[in-house]
């Protein structure tokens, strides 16, 4: 029950093992973290100071009642730039910079609460509808942009904040001339040094954060010959303070709508996150826990002037990258990044933004799964298309839009699948066996009985091409009973089931019937429970076909025809 709560208690023991490779990650995701903060807190409208305030404290929590291994959560962009589009609706950070915090605390505090909700009411269920070809598109694309969005800092072009994947290739193209040939020898260097590192076996665990040392001691060396290489910059030494959010009673009115869709964008972004990381640790995931943790992380930090924070792509593909095997290297990135900002901060700041770019660069492309999307090509056009809708939508739309294309494409096609139940007639082999009839001509059917097979579930998708089949049964053929093989229908629906019930009615007047057999239990509970048994009556149906073909027999008043069972000769 304590590790249901308190899921650390699970990997804190594997974390004794582990604290050399955790302790690795962890420093690297401190260094890289630095930069980020700023950044993401400047596309959220608000101060630097509260991007390090987010990336200390909420990874800390996140990890102690998170379900993944890898997962590091903090200010992220798709969470600060939705933040930013809705709080920027009734006060712009410009022009009262403190009621903008103030409303985006308040923000943060409530979307936690509904990612609370969601998890106590495990509606982690939600994310099992996103499929992997879904999941390996978005983070293909979050590859791509991750490595476009550090083009600017390998160039050393100062592309306009927050440009789209298309306005960073075009800025680029453009300007290429102005391009700073010492910053762009800093991130190839540190890039080809990190390649190196990995190639050697005993250190390979070490490669980014060595590459990060010794790039940053390159562009320090290069400082002598030239000033231009960007640095992160100021930064500042304040841990976060406690504060309570602004509890007002029409601002979380006119906030509500802003909040149910920052915590649902922001859960499905996590959970997009650790399912792409699961596909490689295949480490079996918790998603309700995954919710109570955002949740959690997100409620309490809202105390201590934090704004809203999720998954992390970025941070938690290198924390992959570079060897973490439990959330404690999240906890070691948050303390060295409190270590950093108290201590450090005036060293810190010197941290080359090119050898930052180099590493991430390494890290976007590392996110691009090419063999899951080789078999993603050769599985079929649908996947593919899946694939394809998603993987663009990243690159060109907010990644949110991209993951609802990429599940609406995944939940289009499979609608499109389960709405065309297959529909076989069974008929008799020289065996004595009940085969599909399309597999051997020599069977035979018997003329007054139609056995069929349907693979697929009743419902509302599927009542219409089986009620097609049926209407075209019983206008252009004569037989008089039908035998439903029910061994393939995995639900019923009440759609499905009044369809059913009145399909069986008409046969029961007008022909013989409609018989079913091997229907599975849990397929027979709206049947059951919506009153249906009594309407078409209980005799209809049989554990087994062999049964039910011998029981309709006796009731068949004409002679068969084609006597394809035994049970025809009588």
């Known amino acids: 029950m304590l590790q249901k709560i308190f899921p650390f208690l699970i990997w804190l023991p594997l974390a004794k093992r582990s604290w050399k490779d ?19 807190a400047m596309i959220a409208g608000m101060p630097p100071i509260y991007g390090f305030y987010t990336a200390m404290l909420t990874p800390v929590i996140a990890a102690i009642f998170g379900s993944s291994y890898h997962v590091v959560s903090g200010p992220t962009t798709t969470s600060s730039i939705v933040l930013y589009s809705i709080i920027s609706k009734y006060v712009h950070p410009e022009t009262d910079i403190e009621a903008f915090v103030s409303l985006a605390i308040l923000l943060s505090f409530m979307a936690g609460v509904v990612k ?43 592309v306009p904040q927050g440009s789209s994947f298309y306005n960073i290739v075009s800025y680029i193209s453009f300007h290429i001339t102005e391009t700073n040939w010492y910053a762009f020898g800093v991130a190839i260097t540190t890039l080809a ?7 050697i076996k005993k250190i390979s665990k070490l490669y ?59 859960l499905v972004e996590a959970s997009a996150i650790s399912r792409s990381i699961a596909l490689h640790t295949h480490q079996k995931l918790n998603t309700n826990q995954e919710f109570v943790s955002q949740g959690i992380s997100n409620v309490v930090s809202s105390f201590f002037s934090c704004y809203t924070s999720s998954g992390s792509f970025t941070r938690s593909s290198i924390n992959y990258q570079a060897g973490a095997k439990t959330p404690m290297s999240a906890v070691i990135s948050a303390f060295g990044l409190m270590i950093v900002v108290l201590l450090f901060a005036k060293y810190a700041a010197f941290l080359p933004k090119p050898a930052m770019g180099g590493i991430i660069l ?18 079929g056009k649908r996947e593919a298309l899946v694939f394809l809708a998603t993987f663009i939508g990243t690159l060109f739309l907010e990644l949110d839009q991209a993951l609802i294309i990429g599940i609406f494409v995944s939940f289009f096609f499979y609608m499109e699948r389960t709405s065309k139940p297959n529909i076989a007639i069974l008929a008799l082999n020289e065996k004595g066996r009940l085969i599909n009839e399309i597999r051997d001509k020599n069977t035979k059917e018997c003329s007054n009985l139609k056995v069929l097979r349907i693979d697929g579930s009743l419902y509302f998708g599927s009542i219409e091409k089986i009620s097609d089949y049926f209407s075209n049964l019983y206008d252009h053929d004569e037989v008089q009973y039908v035998l439903i093989a029910a061994d393939g229908i995995n639900f019923i629906d009440l759609a499905a089931a009044e369809w059913l019930s009145n399909e ?24 059951i429970k919506g009153g249906f048994y009594k309407s078409i009556g209980k005799h209809i149906f049989f554990d087994d076909k062999r049964n039910a073909i011998t029981e309709i027999h006796k009731l068949i008043d004409t002679p068969c025809k084609v006597k394809a069972y035994k049970e025809c000769e009588g």
């Not at 030494?237 to 029409?250: G, I, Q, T, V």
């Not at 799964?369 to 599985?379: G, M």
């Open 193 to 199: 040094i990190a390649l190196l590192i990995r190639k």
């Open 362 to 379: 390494l890290v976007g492309y590392n996110l691009i799964d090419f063999e899951h999307i080789k078999v993603i090509f050769k599985s």
């Open 208 to 266: 980014m954060l060595s590459a990060m040392i010794l790039g940053s001691l390159f562009a320090l060396w290069l400082s002598k010959y030239s000033i231009q290489i960007e640095t992160v910059g100021t930064i500042p030494s304040n841990l976060p303070p406690f504060r309570m959010p602004a509890f007002d009673y029409s601002d979380m009115r006119m906030l509500t709508t802003g909040a149910i869709i920052l915590a649902t964008l922001g």
């Open 22 to 40: 955790d302790l690795i990650a962890g420093i690297t995701g401190t260094i890289i973290v630095i930069p980020q903060a700023v950044a993401f």
């Open 504 to 527: 069986i009615i008409k046969w029961q007047e007008n022909r013989g019937g409609i018989y079913i057999a091997g229907l599975k239990i849990v397929s027979q509970d709206v049947l």
């Open 116 to 158: 609370l909700f969601m998890g106590l009411a495990r509606m982690g269920k939600l994310a099992s509808f996103v499929s992997n070809s879904v999941i390996i598109g978005f983070s293909a694309g979050a590859g791509v942009l991750i490595a476009f969005k550090q083009l600017k800092h390998i160039f050393g072009i100062q």
